[in-house]
């Protein structure tokens, strides 16, 4: 039985199948060989021996029921929170291709616009240049006193004409008018699409219920942000944070009162002082009581940021129904992206650093639990 995980070590003969199963040709002959070696070694077992084991292993069931159950209503969970997650992933994606889209075709139609503004611009002006010449005209036939009755002919005509360029004027102009207004209309169409984009970003990066970082952010932009640090050699610290009693206080006072436990926690990273998101910090939700803190302080540093929140989460006073303090404390695991036994498989699978470093956070937190008990 494997102390760490909490799983039978059934390696013998588990281990050799897998392997016979991923391995080429050579290496599956190789592996089979040995499978027959572990199963002879099995059948070479007294029936006692047997009866002994599968007696240890039944005491173990039965003494890890509660850890079992558990584990498989987190399992639920987790495989529920990545199928809505993709879920609003997908929803995000179309909607910001759509929103693009209405965002290019008006932005075509809003230069569409301005070139017919330009246009009757130019139009405007040309019947202002047209009709200050046909004024000069009739101005210049007025003068002369031996035109008198030419331009009393023409004088008719012309005013006709003058006053229906004048209204072609004013009809171009209401259009004008009337084009700017649905530009501005389009353009203030086009901030509204930009602001919804945004939301629906910050609604998928974000943890609705505690503000911190969502699941979404968790599976999707941390492995890249842990990828690049090793790049850049930048050292990080991972700390997997485990809220202690989750079964108890959730099925005992009732689902309320673990959502103020949460949103409590992250309420007590954001209050440090030192804190500074973005920068050198950032807390993550992970799963339903698991939460993520990644930082670039030392490893002194960070366990004096964990112990001023378990302080802070002292002073904390939730109440039940009955009026009864409840109190809040958590478990956690850290691993450094230095450490030595990381480094190879890192190295090995870059790809996967972040799988690597979640699963020793994970066993070293439930050592951290184990020794609270």
């Not at 016979?20 to 002879?40: F, G, I, P």
């Not at 890249?224 to 009693?245: A, G, Q, Y």
Request: charged residues 30%; hydrophobic residues 35%; positive net charge.
């Amino acid at each position: 039985m494997n102390a760490k995980s909490g799983k039978i070590d059934l390696t013998s003969t588990s281990s050799a199948f897998n392997n016979y199963q991923k391995a080429n040709e050579v290496e599956a002959k190789d592996s089979w060989k040995q499978t027959k070696k572990h199963l002879r070694y099995a059948l070479a077992q007294t029936p006692e021996q047997i009866q002994k084991f599968l007696d240890n292993v039944l005491k173990w069931i039965l003494s890890n029921r509660k850890k079992i159950d558990s584990l498989l209503e987190f399992s639920k969970f987790e495989t529920e929170a990545r199928n809505e997650i993709k879920s609003k992933v997908r929803h995000l994606e179309e909607m910001t291709t759509k929103l693009e889209e209405t965002d290019v075709r008006c932005k075509v139609k809003v230069q569409s616009l301005v070139e017919r503004i330009d246009d009757l611009q130019e139009d405007s002006q040309f019947f202002e240049h047209i009709i200050a010449n046909i004024k000069d005209s009739v101005a210049n036939l007025t003068c002369a006193s031996c035109w008198q009755p030419a331009t009393w002919k023409i004088d008719t005509p012309v005013k006709s004409n003058i006053h229906s360029l004048e209204n072609k004027k004013k009809v171009k102009a209401h259009k004008v008018s009337e084009l700017e207004e649905e530009k501005t209309q389009l353009e203030e169409k086009i901030k509204e699409l930009y602001k919804k984009i945004r939301s629906l970003k910050k609604a998928v990066k974000f943890d609705s219920l505690t503000k911190a970082y969502s699941p979404c952010y968790y599976h999707n932009k941390l492995p890249n942000i842990v990828n690049k640090c090793l790049e850049k050699n930048n050292t990080f610290r991972f700390v997997l944070i485990d809220m202690n009693s989750f079964k108890y206080i959730n099925d005992t006072h009732g689902h309320h009162i673990w959502d103020k436990a949460l949103i409590t926690l992250v309420q007590a990273f954001h209050k440090q002082k030192s804190f500074q998101p973005n920068k050198k910090d950032a807390i993550i939700r992970r799963s339903w009581d698991e939460f993520v803190y990644i930082t670039l302080r030392g490893e002194n540093e960070t366990l004096t940021i964990l112990q001023n929140i378990q302080k802070a989460l002292d002073n904390v006073h939730l109440k039940n129904e009955k009026n009864e303090d409840i109190r809040i404390s958590f478990s956690s695991g850290i691993v450094s992206s230095d450490e030595e036994q990381l480094t190879q498989d890192i190295e090995n699978s870059p790809v996967e650093a972040i799988d690597i470093i979640a699963k020793l956070a994970d066993e070293r937190m439930y050592q951290n639990k184990k020794s609270k008990k």
